[in-house]
């Protein structure tokens, strides 16, 4: 079993969700809502609007996203998905919980404020003018910004 912290596509309501909830890719269980401790820039870059938290601490905003409990077999389906290594590099991150819900019967529930940690899909390999793109705090693929997400099936 691992955390991983998901802020893009694969969170509640956004299009990769779905990934999650099937269970021939393993299993994921909704822990908690949390955001980053540390800032990181979060854009929105290439042909197919892929949101991106570059792994650069202390510039952008602290993110919003949610933590899940995973199996291994859903950590690999993720990892292959995500392309780790090339597209992502799956990094541990510190976290500070808004609010833990999930977890089984009797297992602890962290408070809000307190810092946990799980991985992520960053990337410390990309374009030298993503840096300079807008920045957000929270993921939408169907925000404002219009840069809607393009899924793998609508690719070319
Ligand atoms: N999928 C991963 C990384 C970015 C993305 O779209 C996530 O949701 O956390």
Redesign the pocket.
Known sequence: MAR????????KG?P?YHRMLDSANGKAEFLASAFTTEKYPLVIAGKYN????LNIPGQGHRLH?EIYKVDDKMLKF?DD??EVPTL?QRAQVSLEVKEWVGGTEGEERPAAGSITEAF???TTTYQPDWPSLPRYES?DSRGDHGLQ?VTRSERD
């Open positions: 991983i912290f998901v802020y893009g596509t694969l969170k956004q990769n892929i949101p991106f938290l996203g993720l998905f995500e992502y992520l899909y960053s993921y997400y």
